[in-house]
């Protein structure tokens, strides 16, 4: 049986649309919320992100945060860098 025309659009959408999410999906610095959107729409399993090792030390300014934000923490990564738990992942953007 025969596409309807709005299945076809459907379809059509979503075949179009998919290289550019899974491009999307590598961008280092993209919200944890959106990747998980992301994923969802793929349907793919969402990765668990394991944490970084807490090195702690003084109290700086995440690394990656809008200057706005101003976020004292005293996580960093492997690389040196101060990073915020918004940001944490198994390494922070710039070591991926």
């Known amino acids: ?57 003084r109290r700086t300014y995440c690394s990656f945060c809008d200057y706005k934000k101003k976020r004292m923490i005293t996580t960093y990564c492997k690389c040196g860098k101060a990073i915020c738990g918004e940001h944490q992942m198994k390494s922070c953007p710039s070591c991926v």
Do not use: Y
């Open 1 to 57: 049986m025969p596409l309807s025309r709005l299945n076809f659009m459907l379809k059509l959408h979503q075949q179009l649309c998919e290289k550019w999410q899974l491009q999307r999906l590598n961008v280092p610095n993209l919200s944890r919320e959106l990747k998980d959107i992301i994923t969802k729409a793929l349907g793919q399993e969402p990765q668990i992100l394991e944490l970084p090792q807490n090195q702690q030390g």
